[in-house]
């Protein structure tokens, strides 16, 4: 069936580090891919999206680039802060089936 | 754009005890509805959704049910609270090509 990986955690850079999630999908259909934002204590929030191939989501600094040829949607962001500090979940769905999750990566950014 | 409220924020409940988290949704007709739960530390776990009034589908056998009386209510509840229930419990709404959208969550120990 469909799902979603994405690397283990936890990540810990110091602030201004360069920041890779790794994600992947299985390649069935034509799915719509995500990356949500958790904070400590609260719900998850969208950070970004791609609908098709090649297509490039960005947001608050943050880029994915959704890769058919490797069906990748890797997450990066080139210079982090404090504040970034959070958990970071990969996403996929295909028409109107619900989101599937990757496990979630734990990022902790130290000053 | 939508708003997804979820009551309580917090919640402890002995075992055995019964179980309402109500999830309404403003901003939006239709929606499809979601409830996921996320243990502590783990990803995310669908547990039920919703395409309309009265349509419910089930994604893992357990102690909990979900019901949705009216178009952008969407209620889980438990007859009788185990240990393994606890965890951080979230509804969700999506309508038509829009991504998913989450409530702030509820935490739910149980005790």
């Known amino acids: 069936g469909d799902s979603v990986t994405q690397m283990e955690g936890p990540v810990t850079l110091s602030e201004e580090a360069f920041l890779t999630i790794n994600c992947t999908y299985t390649a069935t259909g034509y799915p719509s891919l995500f990356w949500y934002v958790q904070y400590p204590g609260e719900g998850l929030q969208l950070l970004l999206k791609a609908t098709k191939a090649d297509d490039k989501g960005s947001n608050k600094g943050f880029e994915a680039t959704y890769r058919k040829e490797t069906t990748s949607f890797h997450l990066e962001k080139g210079s982090v802060q404090v504040s970034d500090s959070a958990v970071y979940f990969c996403?996929?769905?295909?028409?109107?089936?619900?989101?599937?999750f990757g496990k979630g990566t734990r990022l902790s950014v130290i000053a | 754009s939508q708003t997804i409220h979820q009551w309580p924020a917090t919640l402890v409940q002995p075992v055995g005890s019964p179980l309402s988290l109500e999830c309404t949704v403003e901003?939006?007709?239709?929606?499809?509805l979601y409830w996921y739960r996320q243990a502590a530390g783990r990803g995310l776990q669908l547990l039920f959704y919703?395409?309309?009034?009265?349509?419910i589908s089930s994604e893992v056998p357990q102690n909990l049910s979900a019901s949705r009386p009216q178009d952008r209510q969407f209620i889980l509840s438990s007859k009788k609270l185990l240990l393994s229930d606890s965890g951080f419990y979230l509804c969700?709404?999506?309508?038509?090509?829009?991504?998913?959208?989450f409530g702030d969550g509820t935490r739910l120990s149980i005790l």
């Open positions: 996403a996929r769905t295909s028409g109107n089936t619900p989101l599937v």
């Open positions: 919703s395409v309309g009034i009265g349509q």
């Open positions: 969700a709404s999506r309508t038509g090509d829009q991504p998913q959208h």
């Open positions: 901003g939006t007709s239709n929606p499809n």
